[in-house]
């Protein structure tokens, strides 16, 4: 099971499909166009509203407002309030620190974790490899999702399991796509000049094949930061993720369910969030990854 | 020469340009030839010489969305085939003119059956039924000699030799019984006494079915003894034609002359190095001015670089240049 | 077949791996399982008959053994929730995912093959972009906020369909296939972004073979080409990808059955976790994890009906 194209390799597939390499890439060109600097542009405005929730004009997000409940947009409320009278907009800005917590730490455990592992696989070769890639293997064949909800039900819903739960799952992947970089790259002239001067394997490793193959992996790592956050939404949906008093966008979402036939404003203001920013994380990606395959192609 | 019969085929001033970012590319610029039932005509260039390109622009079968410009005429049968409607070509190939090409590994379906590829062709447009496809599909196979044809009909390509593939191409081409068969570089993937069966088998089935065919190559040696007519393209253009022994015997085109030094030949000495012709074939973004050949022409002077040789001669033997072999050298400031 | 022994011996370490990481799961599980599920109120004699039931009384190698050896026999165990064989519960919930991922399937993939085969002829036209950029954004839906914008669209806008809840194949036809109709779409429609994608790429690298420019010189209608002659050998791609969102689904859609209240096998799983179901929870996994490798040695086998190249190759 080693060339499979798995669209599944990471959480859930019915949760986020990703999408196999070279299929959706837009037009490797030398710019990276308006459409990347609008995705960056989106979520640096999410990070920004999310790392200075506290310092922003916002309602508490767990004060209800009990003269408007479930009320559309108003000049109190810009994005009007759920069922119990909670600030949509304050909720939604306060929700974003979760998913791009969960985004940003648990691809990076699982890229700190995974990429050196798969370096060591793809330089050294051999039954370090064999035995890497049997339990990569059997990992990733272990349903991710179902992980997640194992742990997060037994070991507690806190943030920290849930991102270490998410960086479990993507250690086999990163290991994987640095193992493939690595049996490319051990191949090229500049490494093995450095192999034939004598220099150690480590030092090989970290000074020639690191700097090379952690473009991709980083570009990929957009990817999966989006894959994780529609994973970790999901597990809010659920009711398995953070206790509701910490809002995330996947709890919103739940808990304007209820309301869906009078008032779908409720769950459509998170989707929306939730959506545009899935949607920039993997524009970046692709589009970077575009670049950086349209670049690999000339060398 | 059988000079009375009306040509199945004509083309006159046909020209397929491609569109690339540097502007047009003139793959085919201006090329008039004919070709009677019954008899082979040879097309010979080197890779770029727009030989390939002339054979698929007479069926249509070039990607429309890279072509700029196309022009001239493609008469075959009476029906005009340049500009014609995409369903009157189609309907043209595969029933009237037959195609074979190059890479019998590359060119068969992989994953369906002799028997069903050399069948849908007559189905589609003979409209004959199963069975009757079926027993023609046998009496082809025999024909192009594979033997045990009923077993071969179920096998899949990749269970049969190349050569073996070449000949179910050539069934393929003929199921329809076609008037002109168009081959692009039939031997050229094939071993070297696989490609002279191969082509005996095109000369005999040409004969049996008073079939014109038009074989392009870049061998010369291919040409020698397979074709009646021979005509020699460079840069997009033919610069010499005629029967092929004529042009053999009485070469007057330098480029045909630098062709046929380049042809391995049995009495040379071990060693000894073959003829090739020094310099690149142009840019037809950018042709030269002048004779397309000049810039590698041991015997280019100022006149050929400046105009244009037109293609003239006399009795059916036709050449495009200023200074043709057997005429006296050009001026010493030819260099 | 000698394909298939090599599979199955490749498969095999990662199949002990993966169940004994789903049996050691308990193990490494905080405090004693049997105490919490139990509660506080139950007596110690209580607690002690079920960590035996469970195996937690003996060294996990033997305890494992043991699991694995009755799971050999069809034996799972019973859920010490309700009492019910794990394998009955299985049984009864199977048919609602198979029928989901059916219907999710026969979608897809008849949207998507058209689609997938006109972008590749058509390939950089107006068409080809436009479901490019659709596909993009579909694919940035998750399936749980897909299914409520589907919600949305249909029960509460347009008063067709049923918000959630199942009506079984055997009571009513209609019922059932309205009350699936939302959950298969929701999870088709990222499929046929996905799969018409995946085989417009191998079609417009299959429709630049010779073989294509062959069929074409054959004078055979465009339909014939594309349908006949391009779309098998293109279709590898699309078939490892269905083939492993089927085994993926045959354990259970959680995320949407969890929307639509639909009994299906993740349902089973969600619940069972939310009710610390561990030998539910144990075999539930075992099987999914099951049906994904064996679905994946399938897939392989479909490849060698699919080319007739591999099917030799085995044979020889």
Not at chain 2, 127 to 132: A, D, N, Y
Request: a positive charge; glycine letters at 8%; aromatic letters at 6%.
């Amino acid at each position: 099971m080693s060339q499979q194209p798995d669209p599944n390799l990471l959480v859930a597939a019915e949760a986020a499909p990703s999408l196999p390499s070279a299929t959706l890439s837009l037009r490797a060109s030398a710019r990276l166009g308006p459409v990347f600097w609008l995705s960056v542009g989106w979520l640096a405005l999410v990070g920004v509203l999310a790392a200075t929730a506290s310092l922003l004009p916002l309602r508490d997000p767990n004060i209800s407002d009990f003269s408007s409940l479930a009320a559309g947009p108003s000049a109190h409320h810009w994005l009007g309030t759920d069922a119990v009278g909670l600030d949509l907009l304050s909720r939604i800005i306060y929700g974003a620190r979760v998913s791009l917590a969960v985004g940003l730490f648990s691809i990076l455990i699982g890229l700190a974790v995974g990429a050196p592992l798969g370096a060591v696989a793809g330089y050294f070769r051999g039954k370090v490899e064999a035995a890497l890639m049997t339990v990569a293997d059997a990992m990733l064949s272990f349903p991710a999702l179902i992980l997640l909800l194992f742990i997060t039900a037994f070991f507690g819903k806190t943030l920290v399991n849930i991102i270490i739960a998410i960086a479990v799952v993507t250690v086999p992947v990163f290991l994987r796509l640095a193992r493939a970089n690595t049996l490319v790259l051990a191949q090229r002239e500049f490494v093995l000049a450095a192999r034939s001067t004598g220099a150690s394997s480590w030092r090989v490793l970290w000074r020639e094949v690191a700097p090379n193959i952690l473009p991709s992996l980083l570009t990929f790592g957009l990817l999966a930061a989006a894959v994780a956050i529609v994973a970790e939404g999901a597990l809010s949906f659920m009711g398995l993720s953070v206790p509701p008093q910490t809002p995330t966008w996947g709890n919103i979402i739940a808990g304007g369910r209820q309301e869906i036939q009078t008032d779908p404003l409720i769950v459509l203001f998170p989707s929306v969030a939730m959506f545009l920013t899935v949607f920039a994380l993997n524009l970046a990606g692709e589009r970077l990854r575009s670049m950086i395959d349209a670049r690999g192609g000339r060398r | 020469m059988t000079a009375q019969s009306a040509p199945v085929l004509e083309m006159h001033e046909l020209r397929t340009w491609f569109a690339t970012p540097e502007g047009p590319l003139r793959a085919v610029d201006g090329v008039s030839l004919g070709v009677e039932p019954g008899r082979c005509l040879g097309v010979v260039g080197e890779s770029g010489s727009g030989k390939t390109v002339l054979l698929r622009s007479i069926v249509g079968l070039l990607p429309r969305r890279a072509i700029a410009s196309t022009g001239g005429t493609v008469c075959f049968e009476g029906l005009e085939l340049a500009g014609a409607p995409p369903a009157v070509i189609r309907d043209v190939r595969g029933r009237r003119i037959g195609m074979v090409f190059q890479d019998p590994m590359t060119s068969l379906n992989p994953v369906m059956r002799v028997g069903t590829q050399l069948t849908d062709g007559m189905r589609h447009h003979l409209g004959v039924g199963r069975q009757e496809a079926r027993r023609r599909a046998r009496a082809l196979l025999e024909a192009v000699g594979i033997p045990d044809p009923e077993r071969r009909l179920r096998d899949y390509p990749h269970q049969l030799s190349g050569g073996m593939r070449q000949r179910v191409t050539i069934a393929i081409a003929l199921a329809c019984d076609p008037s002109l068969l168009l081959a692009d570089e039939p031997t050229t993937a094939l071993d070297v006494t696989v490609q002279s069966q191969i082509l005996r088998l095109l000369g005999r089935l040409r004969r049996q079915r008073n079939m014109a065919v038009i074989l392009v190559t870049h061998d010369m040696g291919v040409v020698a003894g397979s074709t009646d007519d021979l005509a020699v393209m460079y840069a997009g253009k033919v610069v010499e034609q005629g029967p092929t022994a004529t042009v053999f015997s009485a070469t007057r085109h330098p480029y045909t002359r630098a062709l046929l030094e380049a042809i391995p030949r049995a009495d040379a000495r071990p060693g000894e190095r073959l003829a090739t012709i020094p310099g690149q074939p142009p840019s037809l973004v950018d042709p030269p001015s002048g004779c397309r050949f000049a810039p590698r022409c041991p015997r280019a002077a100022d006149r050929c670089r400046a105009e244009e040789p037109p293609l003239a001669g006399a009795d059916g033997h036709r050449f495009a240049c200023w200074f043709p072999l057997g005429d006296p050298e050009p001026p010493a400031a030819a260099t | 077949m000698k394909q298939v022994k090599g599979r199955l011996l490749e498969l095999a370490p990662v199949l002990l791996l993966v169940s004994f990481a789903t049996f050691a799961l308990v193990r490494v599980l905080p405090g004693d399982p049997a105490r919490a599920f139990l509660g506080p109120q139950a007596s110690q004699q209580e607690v002690a008959l079920l960590r035996h039931q469970i195996g937690l009384d003996r060294p996990i190698i033997s305890a494992y053994g043991h699991w694995l050896a009755r799971a050999f026999h069809g034996d799972l165990g019973q859920s010490y929730q309700t009492g019910q064989s794990v394998v009955s519960a299985l049984a009864q919930r199977l048919p609602v995912s198979i029928e989901l991922m059916l219907l999710a399937q026969v979608l897809g993939l008849a949207v998507a093959v058209p689609v997938g085969v006109l972008t590749a002829y058509r390939a950089e036209g107006l068409v080809d972009r436009a479901w490019s950029g659709l596909s993009f954004a579909t694919i940035a839906l998750p399936s749980f906020v897909l299914g409520l914008l589907l919600i949305i669209v249909f029960p509460v806008k347009l008063n067709v369909l049923q918000i959630s809840g199942f009506t079984h194949l055997t009571h009513s036809v209609g019922g059932n296939l309205e009350s699936m109709t939302l959950p298969a779409l929701t999870l088709a429609l990222p499929q046929i972004a996905i799969y018409s994608r995946v085989l417009r790429g191998d079609m417009i690298a299959t429709l630049r073979e010779d073989h294509v420019t062959m069929a074409e010189a054959k004078g055979l209608p465009t339909w014939q080409i594309l349908f006949r002659y391009a779309l098998r050998p293109s279709s590898f791609s699309l078939i490892t990808l269905a083939g492993l969102n089927v085994g993926q689904l045959m354990s259970g859609a959680v995320v949407v059955e969890f929307l639509f209240g639909l009994p299906g096998v993740g349902m089973l799983l969600v619940s069972s976790i939310f009710a610390h179901d561990l030998v539910m929870i144990q075999g539930v996994i075992l099987f999914t994890v099951v049906v994904y490798v064996a679905i994946n040695l399938g897939v392989d086998l479909l490849y060698a009906v699919l080319d007739p190249r591999t099917r030799h190759v085995a044979a020889a």
